[in-house]
């Protein structure tokens, strides 16, 4: 398909408006916007955002049930600014929704939006206030349009931000928030209480009997006032098996979880819930929708269920969509199947089912192209026309609501100083779309400015050897301004800078190589004097191997028993005069068509758990002693790599109790990054 000349104006005049730098409103934050601030004048997405250069080219497939799904947010609800394939914001997606459940009523079907948990921990909306989420919480709320949603582990790390999720947050859900395992202490009633509700039976506006249930995976980095039963012990309780064994006829039972969807993955608690529930029902669909590794994926676990993932960061919507219910198998009221798509071929669960259902899934870009592609007149503006039908009478009103949310993050954007231009990356920096330790690796940049900003004066006169785990970093550091609100992107994490004073190089020559041999997350959690454990200020202790796998990396899972789909080969055949942008490109149980734009395929290389930096080394010999500086998340994987030399208590603050893993971005920006400014664009 070649693009339209309106797609291709569009993309120019959002470069030419993109390379300058206008003026922004007034806040009262310590990083105000400023001159230096990026701003593109629009009337939606965010401003500097980018249009994506191309969109989708076909039709969703309905079914009698159909669903749209995020997970792992993270607090990307600007959008991403700086990439082209997900510049919508949270505005852009509010009115996506109104319009795709306007649709989905004129067809005469369910559709169901839910979310997989995990708010917190990502970008400056969520993680610049205090305490964390405190903006983004109310934002992503405006989201009126959830069905379901279910909490993350990473609502659960700090007490803050967990009362925070029990007193505000899940109550404007009601019953849709639904937390099957996760308690916290009530501390009016000192009971442990349910954060959500722990399931929710209901029917849907077409007839479908619906029991759900939102389920954590055996999360043990929460905080103590909080618990959650393992997946195990929750199928053996009172009120599940009451649930399961409900005299009320179930048509379909509907998982939420933040919890991958692969059975494979380590973490994975759904195949224990799964099979609790097929001992009781054997025929009865169950539909699986997982989170937290960060993929997109999509599972056949039986011939009726299977399990969908819908990816991170704003950056994937995910489509489910079923039929097959009837008379005999439902109470569903409305059409047998949609006739909406005149390329309908939703597919059984597996080759030889005798079961009657049918499905289908897609993973759509986050970008303002998909949502007006699938829910015409939901992104329209002054000047330009993507219709590709008769749009809704209401999508004046959606886009007006739409623009209100966007209107509503700019403000708070300014408010906090997101915006406030620090230096200019003079390139980009890669977190694992390049080999490790590479000159355009993020960690390569890391280990720098490491060197370079992470000094205690009066230490001055000692070499330092810097240790990090490599989860400490979340994202791609991108070319161009580096702004106040790049600095959560590339680490969210606030953790303390701790040190050993004095240390025997002999005792730490071979420790990296030692700490990777034997992997992060080993033993308790060393809990030392001025750490962030006993401060309480980290928001977040870093990276958890035990809780990620392999760690929270963007990855394709492998190709499933149906191979590649005909259909997407011949899209892109018909995109073979045109440049591919990078994106995902991804290999789940139904093939390899579920991406709704086509990509080129991500570089994806390994990381080790660990990484150094050195500081003030001398040119011509190994130095005798070292200050072996590190994050307090990694406490107890020093200690053990150290093999017995050094005890917990030598481990003691390196920087004042305020200046944290984070400041030494800033500080580093600030300092070597200031050519090109203060007109510093971004560079497509």
Known sequence: MVRSTTVVRQVLLGLAVALGVGACGEGDGSHNCHAGEHVRLVKRMQPGALDAAYGPTRPLQWGQLNVLHTSDTHGWLSGHIKERNYGADWGDYVSFIRGMKDKANNMGVDLLVVDSGDLHDGTGLSDSTKPNGEVSNEIFAKQTGYDLLTIGNHE????????????????????????????????????????????????????????????????????????????????????????????????????????????????????????????????????????????????????????????????????????????????????????????????????????????????????????????????????????????????????????????????????????????????????????????????????????????????????????????????????????????????????????????????????????????????????????????????????????????????????GAFGAMKEQKSILKRRTQEVLEIGYTTEDDFGTDGDDTPHKEIPRYGLPDFFEARAGFPDDKEPELVDLVFNDFINDDIIIGLEGNYAPASIEPYLFINNTLQNFLVSYVETNWQAGMPDCPILA
């Open 156 to 559: 659960l790390y700090v007490s803050d931000v967990a009362y925070q999720t029990f007193r505000n947050f899940s109550r404007t859900w009601d019953d849709r928030y639904l937390t099957s395992n996760v308690e916290i202490m009530d501390p009016e009633t000192k009971k442990w209480e349910y954060v959500g509700k722990p399931y929710k039976y209901f029917t849907t506006p077409k007839g479908l009997r619906v029991m759900a249930f939102g389920l954590l995976f055996d999360f043990t980095g929460n905080t103590n006032v909080t618990k959650i039963t393992p997946a195990a012990e929750m199928v053996q309780q009172e009120w599940f098996l009451r649930a399961v064994n409900s005299s009320d006829p179930i048509d379909v039972f509907v998982i939420l979880g933040h919890n991958p969807a692969r059975p494979s993955r380590e973490s994975s608690t759904f195949p224990i819930i799964h099979s609790a529930i097929r001992a009781i029902h054997p025929e009865t669909p169950i539909q699986i929708f997982g989170g937290h590794s960060h993929l997109r994926d999509f599972v056949v676990y039986d011939q009726s269920s299977t399990a969908s993932e819908s990816g991170r960061y704003c950056e994937t919507l995910g489509w489910f969509s079923m039929s097959g219910f009837n008379s005999s198998n439902s109470n569903f009221t409305g059409i047998s199947n949609p006739v909406d798509t005149p390329n309908h071929h939703n597919r059984p669960a597996t080759v030889n089912s005798t079961s009657p259902f049918l499905y289908s899934r897609r993973y759509l870009d986050w970008n303002r192209l998909t949502f007006e592609y699938h829910a015409p007149g939901s992104q329209l503006q002054p000047g330009r026309d993507q219709r590709r039908e008769e749009p809704h009478p209401r999508e004046g009103e959606s886009r007006q609501l739409g623009l209100q949310v966007t209107k509503h993050i700019t403000k708070e954007r300014t408010r906090l100083g997101l915006g406030k231009v620090l230096g200019c990356a003079p390139q980009t920096y890669w977190l694992n779309s390049v080999p490790f330790m590479a000159p355009t690796s993020l960690y390569t940049f890391l280990a720098d400015a490491m060197s370079k900003s992470i000094l205690n004066n009066t230490r001055s006169h000692m070499p330092r050897l810097h240790v990090s785990n490599t989860g400490m970093a979340r994202f791609d550091l991108h070319r161009g301004p580096f702004t106040y609100d790049d600095n959560f992107i590339i680490s969210p994490f606030p953790s303390l800078v701790m040190f050993i004073r004095d240390v025997q190089w002999s005792n730490v020559k071979g420790l990296l190589a030692r700490m990777n041999a034997k992997g992060a997350g080993q033993g308790k959690r060393v809990e030392v004097e001025g750490s962030s454990k006993k401060t309480g200020l980290q928001m977040y202790h870093g990276f958890d191997r035990n809780a990620f796998g392999q760690g929270e990396r963007c990855e394709n899972p492998r190709v």
